[in-house]
């Protein structure tokens, strides 16, 4: 017990970030518009959040900065896929090498400097059950909220007219655009607030889990949360178990690590990537055809109103 | 008045030629904006890149060394692309070229210079070509996502080549830094005597020939393109899906497994921590910039290496980071993105009819 506690909780926080670009990008992919920038909004949110709170000395302005640097950056996903109807792949990529290149030039300036940033914060009698306690309760804030997240979002995408009419453009954007909905405004709406959804993800790295802003820091995670999408059947209870496996795979290999063993560390590194291509596999060789269930059916397709 | 958009019918060739021009020219523009917020002057940035790029011979001779991988690496993904499989992997398969190759000069060195050579083509061969059509066999059978299986081999590479060049191939004379001991002579491919220019072009010229060959003459070719354009016609047609989809990766992954080889053999002697530079990404850019034509990639692969030698040369006196380029680069792929829209449409100006 006393060794499972801390790796499970570690669990929960090295997959913190992921989750949150994974909750974003389900948002983002509900509305039928794939984005696989993840890694470059990572990154903008891990440097936005960090610049700000070093300014400011206030964490949740870094929050905020980073949710509104991702939703700005998507901004430019969603002209390019959504108005001009350009390819979703390319631009997506387009996106991470623009966040890898912008955060390491205005990212210079913040090497080596640390924040007090956002500090653990047990909840009074939840931290306090057994093993429920200390894995899930005992973190700081936005590891909280990251758990508000997933419960509103099984809430609205189910539950809610908004949520509906979001999967029903993401399904059937023609249908949707028969009964009145505005296609194009809906997919905006789901990109830019999913962009800034991954965008806060990045910020928890820098903000949250090492307090410190390194060039490349986000290191493939936005590309495991692409994944994880798939794998959580863009449902978002699954991708918090998801994110969680990734995070527990990432802190036993600190862990094997540091108990100094003589498995070399570029293989333990591999991990993960050899997880994600493992987990892939087991989900769609377990659908058959690969038609995955849950699926946005228009996923990666632009619509005209004008085409049908 | 309200705007309007309109399909075209055919292209006309000044728009082809337009876009990329436009878009390379409006990149320039929005990444400019960075500079000024990195205090650095856009115009004197842009002309110390032109410059240490294209201004002399010796500039020009690194443009085509950097051409040489780029070159490769893109008629390799124009393979898979013109297939519509996204190979994101070509890094992980230059890698694991680069890998094998080396494998072949520590465990099978033999004398002769084209032997060696021979079996260390040979070995990136395999590894690149296995390493992509694993993610073609799985995309092909049970529709696994390539873009992310690709994408996460390139990682695993990359901490594979690490394991090696930090663990069991570690030069002991190197004094700590991660690479292994410098090929024998026989290992290296032959300068051809203009600057760091090596043999490795007459590879890459002769694969640009052969692609330009295969896609313009042969049935092959031609099936390629049908499963692209529409893979359940072809499987109507009886093309076998699965097969081709694995051969083309193979093939394409072997192409990228080259590349790096020629950049161990040709270029670093050795193979290290991060040799490649992120060729595989860039290379993407070259394919799609060249509308996966083998001989504009010819053309455009040089003036991307002049674009990765501009940003070298901008470390060096600016002081900005290598990764300073991909911003260039992320914002020639949107602006050609956004081109593409008005090469499929025209925006006419229509009075609203009462």
Redesign the interface.
Known sequence: MEIIVPILAAAVRSGTPILYATLGEIITEKGGVMN?GLE?LMLLGALSGFAVTSSTGNPWLGVAAAFGIGAFFSL?HA??CIT????Q???G??????????T???G?GYVGETIKGLTKTTIPFLGELPLVGPVFFDHDPLVYISYALVAFMCWFLWRTKTGLNLRAVGDNPRAADSVGLNVAAIRYAATLIGGGVVAVGGAYMSISYSHMWT??MSA?RG??A??LV?FAIWHPARAAFGSYLFGGVEACQLRIQAAGTNI?A??L??LP??L??TV??II??KKG???LFGAPAALGTPF?R??R | MRIK?Q?RIGQPLWLDLAIPVGGLLMAFLASGV?LV??GVSPVEAYREMYYSAFGDSYGLSECMVKAIPLAMTAIALMLSFKMLI?N?GAEGQIFMGAIAATAAVRYFPVEGHWTMMTIMGISAIIAGGIWAAFAGY?KAR????E???T???N??AI??M??FV??PWRDPSSLGFPMTAPFPETAKLVPIGWGRVHSGIFIALALILLAWWVFKMTRWGYEIRVIGENPKAATFAGIDYVKNVVVVMFISGAIAGLAGMSEVAGLQGRLQHGFSGGFG?TA?IVA?LSRLNPLAIAIVSFLMGGLLVGGESLQIVMG????????????I??FI??G??FR?YRIVLVKEEI
């Open positions: 696989l470059g430019f002209v390019v001009l109807g350009g390819n792949v390319v631009s990529l387009a996106l991470t090498m623009l966040g890898t290149g912008i390491a030039i205005l210079i060039e490349g493939g590309w495991i692409v994944a798939i070399p570029p293989l590194l591999m990537y050899i994600t291509i892939l596999l769609s060789v055809k690969g038609i005209y004008e085409e | 958009r399909k960075f917020m990195m996204w994101i799985l049970w529709n696994v996502n873009i992310i299986t994408l996460m081999m990682y695993i901490h594979l690490d394991y930090y663990g990404y993407i799609w900005l980071p290598i990764a300073s380029t991909l911003v260039v680069q992320g914002c792929l949107f993105l956004a593409e829209f499929r």
